[in-house]
T-cell receptor, first 115, second 116 residues
Framework: EAGVTQFPSHSVIEKGQTVTLRCDPISGHDNLYWYRRVMGKEIKFLLH????????ESGMPNNRFLAERTGGTYSTLKVQPAELEDSGVYFC?????????????FGPGTRLTVT | AQSVSQHNHHVILSEAASLELGCNYS??????LFWYVQYPGQHLQLLLK??????LVKGIKGFEAEFIKSKFSFNLRKPSVQWSDTAEYFC??????????????FGKGTKLSVIP
């Protein structure tokens, strides 16, 4: 079974540019989460999809961040325009429906550097 | 809001030494508790989890953790570490957010360096 995959693994962009991160969850997982770790800080929740619907986006920092999950499969996280403080590692995680949804499976992360 | 505290930022041990990493959380209700590990160059992996039942849980690679409800703690232990245990360890809790979401709240992580 393939795990959670993320693309790209690393992105370096200039302040003001746009970047789109992609996450492919484990096949059949209804729940998809985005997290971010800014250097030196803890990993923080951004948002949660259940299938194609946003269940909880309380962790999104501001309206420069836009997440979508097309057809309940892969998800994209767009940052537009990027700011210096957006640098960090963006993790995606997925989990199945039901009680097992408590256990989340993580992707390798995308390291975003904004210069 | 709930929070998770990990007491040590960086721990350095020699091989065969015993390990205990502290984790405390602040939340008065029912929690699910996790320890995740990130080996160098790899993704976050689940070491062990506690949902209910026996408060002493065993995970992969010889790790175990004990949930002490009265102390709001979930400390990670291993009797004898190996060089391959060098990694960053994260304690995390899930709490129902009220918005239908069981998001994870993480501690800041503890880097473990094991010296051969």
């Amino acid at each position: 079974e393939a795990g959670v995959t993320q693309f790209p693994s690393h992105s370096v962009i200039e302040k003001g540019q746009t970047v789109t991160l992609r996450c492919d969850p484990i096949s059949g997982h209804d729940n998809l989460y985005w997290y971010r770790r800014v250097m030196g800080k803890e990993i923080k929740f951004l948002l949660h999809f259940v299938k194609e619907s946003k269940q909880d986006e309380s962790g999104m920092p501001n309206n420069r961040f836009l997440a979508e999950r097309t057809g309940g499969t892969y998800s994209t996280l767009k940052v537009q325009p990027a700011e210096l403080e957006d640098s960090g590692v963006y993790f995606c995680a997925s989990s199945p429906a039901g009680r097992e949804s408590y256990e989340q499976y993580f992707g390798p992360g995308t390291r975003l550097t904004v210069t | 809001a709930q929070s998770v505290s990990q007491h040590n930022h960086h721990v350095i041990l020699s091989e065969a030494a015993s390990l205990e990493l502290g984790c405390n959380y602040s939340y008065g209700g029912t929690v699910n508790l996790f320890w995740y590990v990130q080996y160098p160059g790899q993704h976050l992996q689940l070491l062990l989890k506690y949902f209910s039942g026996d408060p002493l849980v065993k995970g992969i690679k010889g790790f175990e953790a004990e949930f002490i409800k009265s102390k709001f703690s979930f400390n990670l232990r291993k009797p004898s570490v190996q060089w391959s245990d060098t990694a960053e360890y994260f304690c995390a809790v899930t709490v129902y957010s009220g918005a239908g979401s069981y998001q994870l709240t993480f501690g800041k992580g503890t880097k473990l360096s094991v010296i051969p």
